[in-house]
């Protein structure tokens, strides 16, 4: 018979068993790929955690900034109208002024 005849009975003797895994190598491969599994679950969870922490830290910085920016924006709107008022009245005092000038000129003319 030759060695690739398909009908040749073989004896266990002749068997290669190291290419057959074992039921202990099995469980064995298996229990490594539950240790790797719960490695990588722990360090999900500890990204996670870090990823929620530095979230809350943001969250709690933009409303920082944004009371700061209501602040700012609200002393800048007193700043204007207060210098459009100062505006306001020196036009007012100018334009009093002119009239005056005017009436004292019209009455110089009659």
């Known amino acids: 018979m030759s060695s690739d005849d398909l009908t040749r009975n073989l004896n266990s003797d002749e068997e290669d068993n190291t290419t057959k895994p074992t039921i ?3 469980f064995r491969l298996l229990r490594e790929v ?6 990588l679950n722990s360090r999900f969870e500890a990204l996670e955690s870090r990823l929620a922490r530095d979230f809350a830290g943001v969250d709690t910085r933009l409303a920082e900034m944004s009371d700061e920016m209501k602040s700012g924006f ?3 709107s007193d700043r204007l109208c207060d210098r459009i008022d100062r505006s306001r009245l020196h036009a007012e005092a100018d334009i009093e002024d002119i ?3 005017l009436r004292k ?4 003319a009659s």
Request: hydrophobic share 25%; glycine share 6%.
């Open 105 to 108: 000129l019209e009455s110089k």
């Open 34 to 39: 539950q240790d790797g599994q719960t490695s």
């Open 24 to 26: 202990t190598a099995v």
């Open 99 to 101: 009239t005056r000038r």
């Open 74 to 76: 609200l002393r800048l």
